[in-house]
C-alpha cells in the first residue's frame, strides 16, 4: 500500500513485545493511535517513535480501521475489546481487529462471535520469536481467521514478521502458537537437565554444548538459551508466567481433544516450581532453577 491508502492502526499494550512491534509499524509508515494499561508509556512512546496517544481502547477505535491489541491473557483481550471503554465502544462496522497475544483458542472464538455480531472483522495472530525478532521485524505470524479478514491484515503483519502463516480459521492461530510454545519451553527443560546432568559428572560443558548443537540434539532453543543458562542470567525475554499459562493452555486442548501431553505436563511443574521460586517475571529459562533444586546443586 502506499501511504495515501494505508489503514490507520490502533495499537494497544505496549509492553515488551507489543511496544518494539508498534515500532516497526511506525517505521514502515503507519499512521497510530497508541493506549496501554501503564499511565504515561503510551505518551513516552509516542514521544520516541511518534503517532498519537490516547487515553482508552474506544478512543483508538475511533480513530482507526484496523485495532491491533498485544496484551497477557484473554481477561485482558476482552476488557480491551468489548469493555465499558473497549475497542466495541468506539468502532463502526466493518473495522478489523487483530489480536496478537497468545490466549485460550476458546476466548478467541468467543471474543471473535460477538465482535462479527457487530460487523467487525477479527483475526487472531499470535507471533514467535521473542524480543530479538521483535526488533527486527522479523517474527512468525501465525494467523487464523477469513480469506478476506486475512488479506486485510496481511499489510500490518508485513511490517512485524518475516513468516505469516494463515494457518486456518479463527482461534487455529492460537492452538499452534500454544502447542509450539509447549514444544519450546520443554526444549529448554530438556536443556537445562542436561547442562546440571552433564555438570554433576563433570564433562567439558563447552564440549557437551558444541556436540549438541552440531548434532541431532541441536535446536534452537540451545543455541539461544545454552549461554544464558549457564550464567544464571534470567534477564526477561519471555516471562515465566506467561509461558506457564502458554503451557497449561496447549495441555487443557490437549484435554479438551482426548489427547494427553505427558512431555508438557512435566514442563508445566519445572515452570510451577519456577514460580514458585519467585522467578514469575524472570525468563522461562529461570526453570533452570527449579532443575538445580531437584539436583541438589547449582551448574
Given amino acids: 500500500m502506499t501511504g495515501t491508502d ?12 507489543g511496544s518494539l512491534m508498534a515500532m516497526n509499524l511506525a517505521r514502515a509508515g503507519f499512521a497510530l493511535t497508541v493506549t496501554t494499561h501503564t499511565p504515561g508509556k503510551a505518551e513516552k512512546w509516542v514521544a520516541e517513535h511518534g503517532g498519537e496517544a490516547v487515553a482508552t481502547p474506544a478512543e483508538v477505535a475511533r480513530a482507526s480501521d484496523i485495532v491491533i491489541t498485544m496484551v497477557v491473557d484473554g481477561a485482558q483481550v476482552e476488557e480491551v475489546l468489548l469493555g465499558d471503554d473497549g475497542v466495541i465502544q468506539g468502532a463502526t462496522e466493518g473495522m478489523l481487529c487483530i489480536d496478537m497475544s497468545t490466549i485460550a483458542p476458546g476466548d478467541a472464538r468467543r471474543i471473535g462471535a460477538e465482535l462479527a455480531e457487530r460487523g467487525i472483522g477479527f483475526v487472531d495472530a499470535p507471533v514467535t520469536g521473542s524480543t530479538p525478532k521483535a526488533t527486527d521485524g522479523t517474527l512468525t ?28 480459521p479463527l482461534a487455529h492461530g492460537q492452538t499452534v502458537k500454544v502447542i509450539s510454545n509447549a514444544v519450546s519451553a520443554t526444549n529448554a527443560s530438556t536443556l537445562a537437565q542436561a547442562l546440571v546432568v552433564g555438570s554433576a559428572l563433570g564433562v567439558d560443558v563447552d564440549a557437551l554444548v558444541e556436540v549438541m548443537r552440531t548434532g541431532s540434539a541441536g535446536s ?4 539461544l538459551k545454552a549461554a544464558p543458562m549457564r550464567d544464571h542470567d534470567y534477564t526477561t525475554l519471555f516471562k515465566t508466567e506467561h509461558m506457564l499459562k502458554d503451557v497449561r493452555l496447549a495441555i487443557e486442548e490437549g484435554q479438551a481433544a482426548g489427547v494427553p501431553f505427558p512431555a508438557a505436563a512435566a514442563t508445566r511443574e519445572m515452570l510451577t516450581a519456577a514460580m514458585g521460586r519467585g522467578h514469575a517475571d524472570d525468563d522461562f529459562i529461570s526453570l533452570l532453577d527449579a532443575v538445580e533444586g531437584l539436583a541438589g546443586r547449582t551448574l
Fill in 141 to 168: 505470524i501465525m494467523a487464523g481467521g477469513s480469506d478476506e479478514d486475512m488479506a486485510r491484515a496481511r499489510p500490518v503483519f508485513e511490517a512485524m514478521g518475516e513468516v505469516i502463516l494463515h494457518v486456518g
Fill in 6 to 17: 494505508r489503514p490507520r492502526v490502533g495499537f494497544i499494550g505496549l509492553g515488551i513485545m
Fill in 220 to 223: 534452537a532453543m540451545l543455541n
